[in-house]
Nanobody, 122 residues
Framework: VQLQASGGGLVQPGGSLRLSCAAS????????MGWYRQAPGKQRELVAL???????NYADSVKGRFTISRDNAKDTVYLQMNSLKPEDTAVYYCNADVSRWVEGNLLWFAYWGQGTQVTVSS
């Protein structure tokens, strides 16, 4: 299973970016999908989560500015980021809880994308 993230870049404060992350490979289903970020010198933190049914959760710092969504038919999660601030600068990682058959057992695994850099600067 691979998660391929894209959409990062350099944007001015107040600007917008849209991140995408597509899952590929052999798996049965995907439960929660989410986005995390890690700024230099800081721990990785949760940005937003979306369940398979569409329920969402956001970090307080991004509520009202970021929107997470998913397309289950495409096994893809998106993060629309508006009103970006310099403190949003970080490497953004997508994450997915994926079920796979392993030796006759249906097991759940957490997978991570490779990370995409978001830089908010004038």
């Amino acid at each position: 299973v691979q998660l391929q993230a894209s959409g990062g870049g350099l944007v001015q404060p107040g600007g917008s970016l849209r991140l995408s992350c597509a899952a590929s490979g052999s798996f049965v289903s995907i439960n929660a999908m989410g986005w995390y970020r890690q700024a230099p010198g800081k721990q990785r933190e949760l940005v937003a989560l979306v369940s398979s049914g569409g329920s969402t959760n956001y970090a307080d710092s991004v509520k009202g500015r970021f929107t997470i969504s998913r397309d289950n038919a495409k096994d893809t999660v998106y993060l629309q980021m508006n009103s970006l601030k310099p403190e949003d600068t970080a490497v953004y990682y997508c994450n997915a809880d994926v079920s796979r058959w392993v030796e006759g057992n249906l097991l759940w695994f957490a997978y991570w994308g490779q990370g995409t850099q978001v830089t908010v600067s004038s």
